[in-house]
C-alpha cells in the first residue's frame, strides 16, 4: 500500500466550516484513488482556520497528481464551506499545492487542478486531454449562469445581474465581518462626527458657521489634519489651482494651446494675471495655459428630489496659468456657454470684487465634486472595475494564470457596487440626500461621460499625454501624475514578468481562447454602451499588448481608485471649499452678490451634514484592508511567479520609500498614491 497524506485548509472566515460530508478523489497522470469520505472522527472536524490531516492509502502510485476531486453533500441541510486549499504529500515525499479560496455550495464536484512548472498554454491545448478540457468548460458554463450581464440603467457600463447583495454568487459576495450597509455607515458616520442636531434644511449665515460641523482629524500616515490646512487656505488663488493637481479630482487639468468658441475671455481681461509681459495668445502657444473644462454638465437635470429646495448646476469654464513661480492660478472662469459672447457668458476675474470671485470659484468646485463624484470616481473605478470582473469569472478557468492574478484586485468589487445601486445611487438613494446631480441627473452625466470613455484614457501614461500634462519640465509639483507613473511602472513590469512565464511568444496569446473571450466579453457585453471608437480591444495579439491590458486592469482596481477615494474627506469636509449642491442659480452679471447670496447658495445644513458623514464614510479603510502586492491566498504555486511577486513588492517598497522622503519635505504631503496605502481592488 502507498499512502498520501492529505492537508485540508478550511478559510477563517465567519461560517467558512461546514458540518456536510466531504468526499476526495486523487487524480493523477496513471489512476485515480477511490472515491474517500474524509474522516469526522478528526475533533473539530472542518472549523474554521483548521487544518485537517486525512492519509488515503492506493495500491499502486497513481503517477504524476494532475487533479483533486472534492465533493460535498449535505446531511440534515446543505452548509457552505469555504475552502482554502488542498495540500498532498506523496510517498515520495513531494507536496503539490491545489489552491481553492472559493465556498462550496451546491456543486456535485469541485475540481482542482495545479500547474506548477508548466506553462498554462501548453496545459491549455497541447497536453490537456480532452477530460481537462471537459472540466474547464463545465467550470466556466457553470460560472456564466452565475454571472450573467445586466443593463443597470440605459448607457452605463453592464453590471451583475443581481438585484441585491444577497443574490450575488457566494465567493463574490462581502465577508459577514466586512459587510456593507451604506444607510448605517452614513448614519454612523453623522452620529459618530456629532452632527445630528444640524439635520435640519435651513441655511448657514456665514462662512464661519460651517465650523461648527467640521471635525479637526489629523491623518494618521501624514500627521497632517489636511481638511484643516484645507480650512485655512480654501479661498486662496495658489491653493485652488494646487487641487488640479493633487486633490481629490487631479484629473481634469488640462494643456490649453486653443480657447474653445464659447469662452469670452480676451486678453484685456487677463493681462494683469499674466507675469512674464506675454499676451494671452503667446502664453497659450507657450504652453502655460491650463484649463478646467465641465462641459459634461452642460444641459444636466439638476437634483429635484426635494420638492422644497431648489438646486442648480452650472457647467464652468475656467483658465488656469502656470506663473512664473510655477503656482497654478485661476486666471478667468465663465458658468455659462451661450452659444454667442454676451450677458449670460460674463467672464469672472480674480480682479472682481470679493464675493463675485469667491462665489464663481465655488461654483467651479462645486462642478468639480460633481464630475469627480459620478465620472472620475465611480465610472472610471468602480464601474469599469466590475465590468472586467465579471468578464473575467466568465471567461477564465480558475487555473488560468490570469484568472490568479486579478483575482486579488476584483475582491469585494462586485459586491460594494451592487450595494451602492442598491442603496446610493438607486432612485431617491442616498446620493440624492446631499448632492446637486442627485435624481436624473447621476443617469444623464453617466451616459454623456460614456460617450467619450476610450480604452487608452484609462491607461495612466497615455492618459497624461493626452491631457498634456505629461512633461515635468512644464508642470512641476504634480504628485498624482509623478506617484502614478511609478506605481504604473510597477504593476507593468511585474505584469510582465507573469505574462513572460506563461506565454513563450505573441501566438501563444494568440491561440490562448480564454484570454480572448475575455477581451470580447468585455468589448463586446461588458462596455458595449460606449461608442464604436472607444478602442477596447476585442482581441489581444502580442503579449505587449496583454500586459498593458492588465495593467490598465490593476491600476484601475487599485492605484487610481486609491487617488480618487481616500482623499474624500481631506479635501471635500470643509464644505465652502467643494459645495456638494448649489442652491441659487449661478449669477449672470458681477456686482448682483454678497455674503447672503453665497450662503443662501451652499448647501444647508441638513445636505452639510449628509455631505459630511459620506465623505467620511467613503474615506475610511477596511479592516484587515490588503494593500497592493499583498497576496494573502496563494493562488500562484509556481516559484518563478513567487519571486516574481517579491521582485514587484520590493519596487512597491521602493517606491513608498521615495514618496515618504519628498513628503519630508512638502508643507502638504501627497501620500493617496504610496503603495503601502493603495488597496488591491475596489472595495469601498
Avoid at 483533486?68 to 503539490?96: A, M
Avoid at 443574490?167 to 462626527?193: C, G, H, W
Avoid at 464604436?532 to 490593476?554: A, G, M, W
Wanted: proline content about 4%; some cysteine; glycine content about 4%.
Amino acid at each position: 500500500m502507498f499512502t498520501y497524506t492529505v492537508s485540508v485548509s478550511t478559510g477563517k472566515q465567519e461560517f467558512a466550516e461546514t458540518i456536510n460530508d466531504i468526499y476526495l478523489t486523487l487524480v493523477g497522470t496513471e489512476r485515480c484513488s477511490d472515491r474517500t469520505l474524509l474522516d469526522k472522527s478528526v475533533v473539530d472536524h472542518f472549523a474554521r482556520g483548521s487544518v485537517v490531516p486525512v492519509d488515503i492509502n492506493v495500491k499502486e502510485i497513481l503517477g504524476d497528481l494532475v487533479l483533486v476531486k472534492l465533493e460535498k453533500e449535505k446531511i440534515l441541510f446543505n452548509d457552505h464551506w469555504y475552502c482554502r486549499c488542498i495540500s498532498v504529500t506523496t510517498p515520495s515525499g513531494d507536496c503539490v499545492e491545489f489552491p481553492c479560496y472559493r465556498w462550496i455550495d451546491f456543486e456535485k464536484e469541485v475540481v482542482l487542478r495545479d500547474d506548477k512548472g508548466e506553462p498554462y498554454f501548453y496545459l491549455l491545448t497541447i497536453q490537456s486531454d480532452d477530460n481537462m478540457k471537459e472540466y474547464r468548460r463545465m467550470e466556466l458554463e457553470s460560472r456564466q449562469l452565475l454571472f450573467r450581464w445586466k443593463e443597470w440603467r440605459p448607457g452605463f457600463p453592464m453590471s451583475i445581474d443581481a438585484n441585491s447583495s444577497t443574490e450575488l454568487p457566494l465567493d463574490i459576495q462581502f465577508e459577514a465581518a466586512k459587510s456593507v450597509d451604506f444607510s448605517l455607515n452614513y448614519i454612523t458616520a453623522i452620529r459618530n462626527l456629532g452632527l445630528n442636531k444640524f439635520l435640519k434644511l435651513s441655511s448657514w449665515k456665514d462662512i464661519a458657521d460651517f465650523e461648527k460641523i467640521f471635525v479637526k482629524i489629523k491623518n494618521t500616515v501624514s500627521g497632517l489634519n489636511v481638511s484643516e490646512y484645507v480650512m485655512q487656505n480654501w479661498n486662496k488663488d495658489y491653493f485652488f489651482g494646487y487641487q488640479f493637481l493633487n486633490g481629490c479630482n487631479p484629473v481634469v487639468i488640462r494643456k490649453c494651446m486653443n480657447l474653445p468658441d464659447k469662452f469670452a475671455v480676451t486678453q484685456e481681461m487677463v493681462e494683469g494675471s499674466l507675469d512674464r509681459g506675454l499676451t494671452l495668445h503667446e502664453e497659450l502657444k507657450a504652453g502655460n495655459i491650463y484649463i478646467a473644462d465641465y462641459a459634461i454638465l452642460a444641459g444636466v437635470q439638476a437634483n429635484a428630489t426635494d420638492p422644497d429646495t431648489k438646486q442648480y448646476l452650472a457647467a464652468p469654464f475656467c483658465l488656469l496659468y502656470n506663473n512664473s513661480q510655477n503656482e497654478i492660478l485661476p486666471i478667468a472662469i465663465q458658468l455659462s456657454r451661450q452659444t454667442t459672447a454676451g450677458v449670460g457668458n460674463t467672464v469672472f476675474l480674480p480682479s472682481d470684487n470679493q464675493y463675485d470671485w469667491m462665489l464663481a470659484k465655488m461654483w467651479v468646485k462645486s462642478s468639480d465634486f460633481s464630475v469627480h463624484q459620478l465620472v472620475t470616481h465611480l465610472l472610471r473605478t468602480h464601474l469599469i472595475s466590475e465590468v472586467f470582473a465579471i468578464a473575467m469569472y466568465r471567461q477564465l478557468a480558475a487555473v488560468h494564470p490570469v484568472f490568479k492574478l486579478l483575482i486579488p484586485h476584483v475582491r469585494f468589487t462586485i459586491a460594494i457596487n451592487t450595494a451602492a445601486r442598491e442603496k446610493l445611487i438607486c432612485k431617491s438613494g442616498l446620493f440624492d440626500k446631499a448632492n446637486g446631480t442627485g435624481g436624473i441627473g447621476i443617469v444623464e452625466v453617466i451616459q454623456k461621460a460614456m460617450k467619450t470613455l476610450t480604452y487608452k484614457s484609462l491607461c495612466f501614461p497615455e492618459a497624461m499625454k493626452a491631457r498634456g500634462v505629461d512633461n515635468k519640465e512644464d508642470l512641476p509639483n504634480y504628485y498624482y501624475r509623478d506617484d502614478g507613473m511609478m506605481v504604473w511602472e510597477a504593476v507593468k513590469s511585474f505584469v510582465s514578468d507573469v505574462v513572460r512565464i506563461y506565454y513563450g511568444s505573441d501566438e501563444t496569446v494568440q491561440k490562448d481562447e480564454e484570454i480572448q473571450a475575455f477581451a470580447q466579453d468585455v468589448c463586446f457585453s461588458g462596455m458595449k454602451n460606449c461608442p464604436k471608437d472607444c478602442e477596447f480591444p476585442n482581441s489581444l495579439k502580442t503579449r505587449e499588448q496583454l500586459v498593458e491590458y492588465l495593467t490598465l486592469v490593476i491600476f484601475t482596481a487599485s492605484a487610481q481608485h486609491a487617488a480618487v477615494n481616500f482623499g474624500q474627506y481631506d479635501w471635500f469636509a470643509w464644505i465652502p471649499n467643494s459645495p456638494s449642491t448649489m442652491r441659487k442659480p449661478p449669477p449672470t452679471q458681477k456686482g448682483q452678490v454678497d455674503m447672503k447670496y453665497i450662503m443662501e447658495s451652499l448647501p444647508d445644513r441638513g445636505r452639510s451634514s449628509w455631505h459630511l458623514g459620506a465623505v467620511w464614510a467613503l474615506s475610511q479603510y477596511q479592516d484587515e484592508e490588503l494593500f497592493l502586492g499583498v497576496y494573502p491566498d496563494k493562488h500562484f504555486t509556481e516559484q518563478s511567479v513567487i519571486e516574481a511577486t517579491k521582485t514587484f513588492r520590493k519596487k512597491l517598497g521602493e517606491v513608498t520609500n521615495i514618496i515618504k522622503s519628498r513628503n519630508e519635505k512638502l508643507k502638504l504631503p501627497y501620500w493617496y498614491l504610496s503603495p503601502d496605502r493603495i488597496p488591491n481592488s475596489v472595495a469601498i
